[in-house]
């Protein structure tokens, strides 16, 4: 089984060397040349709970690669760059059956009607990892991939077959159930965390700070139209359970790099506004982080 | 002339300078006994565009004076304080004829109608000063003091004779007009300094977050009744004018210091609560605050 990952984040990283460590023959295809040349020299590092473990994947650049044989395809760049990239994949991925699209949010689901001659899959990555460097994945916190078809009755991929121990393959049935809850609990979670600068737990410690956070999650549920009480246990459960780690939106506000925001608040703003109603809260945190990314 | 002043912080520093500066006698009432020693021994330093200049006020602490005698009371506390000493004030300066209070916010406004026998005044502070230690201020910009009377007809101060080249005051005819001006302004630029981290002037390099000072405008507007036109020129003027300036809730969020978000924000929400008006931004940049107050 061929597989191509598109991204050197700490998601496609992660996917390579655990696809690796499965036996598979990954192709990494990454924008920059010295990340290129850096894991060609030294190698794909994975740093678990089971150990460091070196794997050496084909890397390639997207821009410099005329067609790429594979039988699975995994998109794990920002959602911002999916419009970027989906012309190259159409033209370059043009005889790949099976495509998985790993972004947060649901900013990139308006780009995957294009996608007719694939089979679409949409994923939500539950890990928690850490890029350490261009070579090297820290796997954080093992969770699970969950995955479901974008597209009813096409050919299915049997995603569970490829589960390995510390990195499971979980079917979905309902990929907007699916994303939307995770959507959900990122819109409260991300911006929060980012604007006020600490780890998911604390925004339990205050109950100004929880205040927030339900009027979030009720514009959320509002909009993306599921059950307010479900969806706030569940974000309950996710900000205990990641208590001490920092959003992936913290991260980037701390590292002065773009942040998902629009994928994920502004994404529900603007679907919003399509039925006339206003997320005054959400978009307040959308625009103080806005300004915080320049 | 004999004023007392209560108060060591900023404004209370500032002014017991400037009135010792002007001729005035001046006893300055503080909380701890550690700044009361400290100015006793190395007297208050007042640093400022003319020079550095050293006083001798006398230092009293207010738990341990029976009264003072005083032509004039200058209440110099932080907005929260003022529910806490206003017995103390009724009784030791129960000879006092005139009393000015110089706080942020309204939140002290329902205090005042029990100093019935006193001739009370409302002052905004337009000063830039930074306490540098408990017996060194720093006047870091000059502006003036503006002072409206609380009830009319009480028999008058000229304040403005008191005005030193440095340090003026002016007289003002409308208290409500006068103090909802500058709690609109502070409503809109403390928060927001404080939460996300920057001076005055940055609030404006950006047009998302210019965004969110015509929201919170917007609504204090609402609930002041003032004009919003007008109050918006306003703002920007004082954000240009002080765009180097840390806002005070920033320094106090930064010193890990209670900050008069009650006062502010808190006073707003909840004069709008009692028209059944819901100022749901003011009330969302509220809780944030009183979360990173913890």
Chains 1, 2 share one sequence.
Request: proline residues 2%; contains cysteine; hydrophobic residues 40%.
């Amino acid at each position: 089984m061929k597989a191509s990952i598109i991204g050197g984040g700490s998601i496609g990283l992660l996917f390579a060397a655990y696809l690796l460590r499965s036996g598979m023959d990954v192709s990494l295809i990454v924008r920059r040349k010295e990340q290129k040349g850096a894991i060609q020299n030294d190698g794909l590092k994975l740093k678990s709970r089971n150990g460091q473990f070196t794997y050496k994947p084909d890397v390639h650049i997207l821009s410099e690669v005329e067609s790429i044989e594979a039988d699975i395809l995994i998109v794990a760049v920002k959602s911002y760059q999916v419009a970027d990239i989906k012309s190259e994949i159409l033209t370059k991925f043009e005889q790949t059956k099976s495509i998985l699209f790993v972004q947060n949010g649901m900013h990139h689901i308006k780009f995957l009607p294009d996608l007719k001659n694939h089979s679409v899959y949409l994923g939500i990555v539950e890990h928690g990892s850490l890029k350490e460097s261009d070579t090297c994945i820290r796997h954080t916190g093992v969770g699970q991939t969950k995955i479901a078809p974008y597209i009813d009755g096409h050919s299915g991929i049997n995603w569970e077959q490829y589960s390995t121990d510390s990195f499971s393959f979980v079917h979905h049935h309902d990929w907007y159930e699916m994303l939307s809850k995770k959507l959900h609990i990122n819109s409260v979670i991300n911006p929060l965390t980012a604007i006020l600068g600490v780890e998911n737990g604390r925004l339990l410690d205050h109950p100004d700070w929880i205040d927030l956070m339900k009027k979030l999650s009720a514009e959320s549920c509002r909009v993306l139209h599921i059950n307010e009480n479900d969806a706030w246990e569940d974000l309950l459960t996710v900000c205990k359970n990641t208590s001490l780690n920092k959003s992936s939106m913290l991260r980037d506000i701390e590292s002065r790099r773009k942040t998902e925001i629009e994928a994920i608040n502004g994404y529900l703003v603007e679907l919003a506004s399509q039925d006339q109603i206003e997320l005054s809260n959400h978009e307040f945190v959308y625009k103080m982080i806005k300004g915080m990314e320049m």
